[in-house]
């Protein structure tokens, strides 16, 4: 069993940066495929970015491509998010996912794929 918890939201000014962190526990998460969703208010939970096991891999969804960054630290059991040039759309509960049993160099974009999930994290972007 893993357990995820997030962190690192808050309030940011549009424009602005936070980086959200992934932290894991129960059990490494080498081997792991990773992803971030998210979900504002009244909305469906949507896919965000995600990374491989290997992390050679990364897939974004292309509202955030070249203003996201995934990365993950298998040694700090940490998956984060970075997140620049911040837009009041962005603002909403980003979700961290783990994805057990995957490919190594695969990158998973669909929710139903992920086994473990945190309790999320809130993002507001002030305009």
């Known amino acids: 069993q893993v357990h995820l918890v997030e962190s690192g939201g808050g309030l940011v000014q549009a424009g602005g940066s936070l980086r959200l962190s992934c932290a894991a526990s129960?059990?490494?998460?080498?081997?792991?495929?990773m992803g971030w969703f998210r979900q504002a208010p009244g909305k469906e939970r949507e896919f965000v970015a995600a990374i491989s096991a290997s992390g050679t891999s990364t897939y974004y969804a292309d509202f955030v491509k070249g203003r996201f960054t995934i990365s993950r630290d298998n040694a700090e059991n940490t998956v984060y998010l970075q997140m620049s040039s911040l837009k009041p759309e962005d603002a909403a509960v980003y979700y961290c996912?783990?994805?057990?049993?995957?490919?190594?160099?695969?990158?998973?974009?669909?929710?139903?794929?992920?086994?473990?999930w945190g309790q999320g994290t809130q993002v507001l972007v002030s305009s």
């Open positions: 129960g059990r490494t998460i080498t081997g792991y495929a």
């Open positions: 996912a783990a994805k057990r049993y995957g490919n190594t160099y695969r990158v998973y974009g669909n929710q139903k794929e992920y086994d473990y």
